[in-house]
């Protein structure tokens, strides 16, 4: 009885063996089917076009407004009882300035702070929260090389620099040091590295302290090669920011048109003009060897307290860079440049506000419909 036991057991014990191989047989199977049919589907040539696609093409908008220039003016009317709050300023542009990828500006007057004590023309200097002001609303870098870069001397633009690093805001065109000057401004966006530089005629005739030429870049054609030659090897697009030109004048020079053709020849990809205070025309550059670059010669004013005689219109200029990746190298490419005139409205010097000047009807300029499409007219006419 006993040995008869035994023998059912081995042979359930057997059959137990066989049905748990032929279970992980048939498991083992569905895997390898499931692994099999995921290595099919994974290289069919249709998803792995898109895949490529999808990781090769990249775009990113960048933007840029024209003059920070705050006079005496403009800083009392933000001033409230304990502080400044430029803000209120912006409120009806910040929408549009938010709206690009990236966004840079010309901080023209040094932000040293009212511990240096404020001041208006000839020599700026303006309270820290206009930066504060302009970060909310969408500012990313600013352009800080201008003929009053050195209104309050080195010791502005170290106070200004102070202040920039704390509220983290990148700045390109004065510098603290040698080292700092030689640092490239590259930012990543969207997978398109862009290296910004920056340059001015000049500082009013305020000399740089010897031995400190890094406080300010000052246009000189051999040290803008080398350093555009520098961020090409490492970025993809390089864009120039830079003061020049003559104040008040709708047309651009021909020292400027020479300088931006020179500019582009060397590689600059996009140049943003400063300093004329009102509106210049655009249009595209083509280097020697049939690539095509932009140019924004002047951007006027953005906020400040001058007035009349189109002082008092800005805008926001932006452009689309493309850049494809595939087996004949990288490509970038240019693409829909725009741009948004601003105007800045004030009551008597109060109420400052910069508002689109399609709406400025509203804030007491008159006929700011055919002015909107006069400065059309005039920013597009050499587009082709």
């Given amino acids: 009885m006993k040995n008869r036991r035994v023998k059912i057991g081995v042979i359930l014990f057997i059959g137990l063996i066989?049905?748990?191989?032929?279970?992980?047989?048939?498991?083992?199977?569905?895997?390898?089917?499931?692994?099999?049919?995921?290595?099919?589907?994974?290289?069919?040539?249709?998803?792995?076009?898109?895949?490529?696609?999808?990781?090769?093409?990249?775009?990113?908008?960048?933007?840029?407004?024209?003059?920070?220039?705050?006079?005496?003016?403009?800083?009392?009317?933000?001033?409230?009882?304990?502080?400044?709050?430029?803000?209120?300023?912006?409120?009806?542009?910040?929408?549009?300035?938010?709206?690009?990828?990236?966004?840079?500006?010309?901080?023209?007057?040094?932000?040293?702070?009212?511990?240096?004590?404020?001041?208006?023309?000839?020599?700026?200097?303006?309270?820290?929260?206009?930066?504060?002001?302009?970060?909310?609303a969408g500012v990313d870098i600013v352009s800080t090389a201008n003929n009053h870069s050195l209104d309050k001397g080195e010791k502005g633009i170290l106070a200004e620099i102070d202040y920039f690093n704390r509220v983290g805001l990148p700045y390109v065109g004065a510098f603290i040091n040698s080292q700092d000057q030689q640092t490239l401004r590259v930012k990543n966006v969207n997978g398109i590295k862009l290296a910004f530089l920056s340059y001015t005629y000049g500082t009013n005739g305020i000399p740089i302290p010897s031995g400190k030429d890094y406080l300010v870049n000052i246009i000189d054609k051999e040290k803008m090669k080398t350093e555009i030659q520098r961020a090409k090897k490492t970025a993809d697009v390089v864009i120039m920011s830079i003061h020049w030109g003559t104040e008040y004048q709708r047309i651009p020079s021909l020292q400027q048109k020479e300088l931006a053709q020179y500019l582009v020849n060397e590689g600059v990809d996009i140049i943003f003009g400063s300093h004329p205070h009102i509106l210049q025309p655009m249009e595209w550059l083509t280097d020697k060897n049939g690539h095509k670059s932009f140019v924004f010669y002047s951007l006027g004013n953005f906020l400040s307290g001058q007035m009349h005689d189109y002082k008092d219109i800005g805008g926001l200029a932006t452009i689309t860079i493309k850049k494809s990746v595939g087996k004949s190298g990288v490509k970038i490419s240019l693409e829909n440049p725009t741009f948004t005139p601003t105007y800045v409205s004030n009551q008597k010097l109060q109420n400052y506000r910069v508002v689109p000047l399609k709406d400025a009807g509203a804030y007491g300029l008159i006929d700011a419909t055919s002015k909107y499409d006069e400065i059309m007219t005039q920013m597009t006419q050499w587009l082709q």
């Fill in 18 to 136: 066989i049905f748990a191989g032929y279970y992980f047989l048939q498991i083992n199977k569905q895997i390898l089917t499931d692994k099999d049919k995921q290595v099919k589907v994974g290289y069919q040539p249709f998803r792995t076009v898109n895949t490529i696609e999808k990781h090769m093409n990249e775009t990113a908008t960048i933007g840029a407004i024209g003059d920070i220039l705050i006079h005496d003016w403009v800083y009392e009317d933000a001033k409230t009882e304990s502080t400044y709050d430029f803000k209120p300023m912006l409120a009806n542009i910040k929408g549009l300035m938010q709206k690009p990828d990236l966004l840079t500006a010309n901080q023209e007057t040094i932000l040293g702070g009212v511990e240096m004590g404020l001041s208006s023309y000839p020599t700026f200097n303006s309270p820290q929260q206009v930066g504060d002001a302009f970060i909310d």
